[in-house]
């Protein structure tokens, strides 16, 4: 399984960034996928999932009514679009994978190369 994370950069606070995670390697649409986030100094932390299907998704407190993660099963690839950053947004983001199929996973196993979200004026 690949995974591959783009569209990250810089944006100033407020501002909305959307990132991209195109997947390869294995039947997309049978699984959940996460993003998660480290920042710099910190522990890696999720910041929310999609079901298979796209009807449920999950999110961090610190991110929800923010953030939104979608997907397009026709194109193996997993969104996450971010409005009214804060400067505390700032880390590389990855996207991830589980193992098994269909249900929400208690870990994931496969791991994105990072997209670096910088938030600064």
């Known amino acids: 399984v690949q995974l591959q994370a783009s569209g990250g950069g810089l944006v100033q606070p407020g501002g909305s960034l959307r990132l991209s995670c195109a997947a390869s390697?294995?039947?997309?649409?049978?699984?959940?996928m996460g993003w998660f986030r480290q920042a710099p100094g910190k522990e890696r932390e999720f910041v929310g999932s999609?079901?298979?299907?796209?009807?449920?998704?999950y999110y961090a407190d610190s991110v929800k009514g923010r953030f939104t993660i979608s997907r397009d099963n026709a194109k193996s690839t997993v969104y996450l679009q971010m409005n009214s950053l804060k400067p505390e947004d700032t880390a590389v983001y990855y996207c991830?994978?589980?193992?098994?199929?269909?249900?929400?996973?208690?870990?994931?196993?496969?791991w994105g190369q990072g997209t670096l979200v910088t938030v600064s004026s």
């Open positions: 991830a994978a589980p193992k098994t199929p269909w249900g929400q996973p208690s870990e994931y196993d496969y």
């Open positions: 390697g294995r039947i997309f649409s049978m699984y959940f």
């Open positions: 999609i079901s298979w299907s796209g009807g449920s998704t």
